[in-house]
């Protein structure tokens, strides 16, 4: 598990915590790149490397998706929401 300052990050509990806030929430939809077909269809090339790869797939998130400007309105109630939740 990540670890945030002194704490450690539980994605999911993370997610409930934003959520009942208002804040929406969305999955890395592709996940890992490095393993669609396309990497090997179309012979892309990569660096097998790419560890970070997996591991943004398994623990990374979206936040939000505004449809208006955003203004510090919004922005304070999403730090504020994120101060809260960690």
Same mark, same amino acid.
């Given at each position: ?29 592709? +996940?890992? #790149?490095?393993?669609? /077909?396309?990497? *090997? ?6 660096? $097998?490397?790419? &560890?970070?790869? !997996?591991?943004?797939?398994?623990? +990374?998130? #979206?936040?939000?998706? /505004?449809?208006? *400007? ?6 304070? $109630?999403?730090? &504020?929401?994120? !101060?809260?939740?960690?």
């Amino acid at each position: 598990m990540p670890v945030i300052g002194n704490k450690y990050f539980n994605k999911d509990l993370f997610i409930k915590k934003i959520e009942k806030k208002g804040i929406e929430t969305r999955p890395i939809i592709s +996940g890992n #790149f490095l393993k669609q /077909p396309a990497i *090997k269809k179309y012979k892309l090339p990569y660096d $097998k490397r790419m &560890k970070n790869a !997996e591991y943004i797939s398994k623990k +990374g998130f #979206f936040i939000g998706l /505004p449809t208006v *400007k955003i203004e510090n309105k919004i922005l304070n $109630k999403l730090i &504020k929401s994120i !101060e809260d939740c960690l």
